[in-house]
Structures are given as C-alpha cells and as structure tokens.
Antibody, heavy 121, light 108 residues
Framework: QLQLQESGPGLVKPSETLSLTCTVSGGSITSVEHFWGWIRQPPGKGLEWIGS???????YYNPSLESRITISVDTLRNHFSLTLTSLTAADTAMYYC?????????????WGKGTMVYVSS | DIQMTQSPSSLSASVGDRVTITCRASQDISNYLAWYQQKPGRVPRVLIYGASTVQSGVPARFSGSGSGTEFILTISSLQPEDVATYYCQKYDNALALTFGGGTKVEIK
C-alpha cells in the first residue's frame, strides 16, 4: 500500500528557507501515471495547492508562490522535496504531500499525514 | 485565474437529512472536479472525482453531479460521522489545482 511521509523542521525563523521532504514507500515515484505534490493549510483555514512534480523533473507551481518555491524529485531515494524561501508568519501551516494522477484522474488520491511548520523568531 | 466558490460556507443539519453543497467555477472546467472530506484533525480524503465518480470505499450516501461551472455534492442521509469540512477542487489545468473555500458540516 502506497504511503507518503513528510519530514522537516517544525520551526523556522522569518526570512529563512523551509525545506521539506516527502518519502514515498510501497510504490515507485517513477510511476508514469502519477505526479507528486504539496498542499498546505494554515491553522483554521482552507487548503492551498503549492505545486507538483513529475518523476522526470517537470514542475507545476501555484503562480502565487512560484517566485519562492522549488519542488524537486530524487528517484534514487524515492522522495521529492519542497523548498520555500523568504518565509513569513503567513507561511505557518500544515504541509501535506500527496500523489495525483493525470487527466481525469488528476485528483489527490493518496496523502501524507502532514507536518506542521511554524514560522516564528 | 479560475475561481472556485463554495456555498454555503457552513451548515447545520439533522441526522438523516439530505445535504447539498454547491461549488461554482468562474469558467468552464468540464468535469475536472473532485470533492474532498476533511474530518477535524484529519487528513483530507477524496470522495468524488470526475465530478460524479465515487471513489472506492466511500459510502453510497455520497454523490456528485454537475459539469461546466456548477457542481453539487450530495449526502443523501447525513450521519454523525459525516461531520467534516468539504472542499471542491478543480484539476483541469496542471498549473492551477485550485480548491474551493470549504463547507463546514455540523449536526444540529
């Protein structure tokens, strides 16, 4: 059974850079049918799609975050990563990684449990 | 950018009631729409994709309808375990997988 697990620091200082990793187990990140992405949710608020990556390295970013984010994939380690720069308190959120399909199956069908990130000095 | 607007933002209904949640897209997205359920403190899970296809394992009381710009999630008989926030998401464009604002469902 496919599982995703986020990892990273729980606390980051303003203006610094956040790095998160999502490790995929029970399946291969090189699946030709799937993309891998990040979603975040500030406390008490709704879901925001951050971006996605394909195993070949193709990336798709939320235009509102594009200038600050990089999503990369490591097929050898079967994981993908998110880097978010110039952090502010507004980036405090639960960060989820998720798998999505393509075309009419391009919804998020498998999610990680999430990792809470606080941006504070 | 295509905006996704859900209504209502919250609702309270009795056990056994039929509940409907609407999601409107500002432009035509065909049937590239999914519905997710997020119970308090839990991870979102997909209920419906392709606007009307029920994900495996989802109770039959959940259904989806619509295409183009208007979509509806229906819970035919509300159960206590359905207390959650429900989100729609469009996925017609890989560069804009936008979520709606969410609808919080409570038991009266």
């Amino acid at each position: 059974q496919l599982q995703l697990q986020e990892s990273g620091p729980g606390l980051v200082k303003p203006s610094e850079t956040l790095s998160l990793t999502c490790t995929v187990s029970g399946g291969s990140i090189t699946s030709v049918e799937h993309f891998w992405g990040w979603i975040r949710q500030p406390p008490g608020k709704g879901l925001e799609w951050i971006g996605s990556v394909y195993y070949r390295g193709n990336t798709y970013y939320n235009p509102s975050l594009e200038s600050r984010i990089t999503i990369s994939v490591d097929t050898l380690r079967n994981h993908f990563s998110l880097t978010l720069t110039s952090l502010t308190a507004a980036d405090t959120a639960m960060y989820y990684c998720a798998r999505r399909g393509s075309d009419l199956l391009a919804y998020m069908d498998v999610w990680g449990k999430g990792t809470m990130v606080y941006v504070s000095s | 950018d295509i905006q996704m607007t859900q209504s209502p933002s919250s609702l309270s209904a009795s056990v056994g009631d039929r509940v409907t949640i609407t999601c409107r897209a500002s432009q035509d997205i065909s049937n590239y729409l999914a519905w997710y359920q997020q119970k308090p403190g839990r991870v979102p899970r997909v209920l419906i994709y392709g606007a009307s296809t029920v994900q495996s394992g989802v109770p039959a009381r959940f259904s989806g309808s619509g295409s183009g710009t208007e979509f509806i999630l229906t819970i035919s008989s509300l159960q206590p375990e359905d207390v959650a926030t429900y989100y729609c998401q469009k996925y017609d464009n890989a560069l804009a997988l936008t979520f709606g604002g969410g609808t919080k469902v409570e038991i009266k």
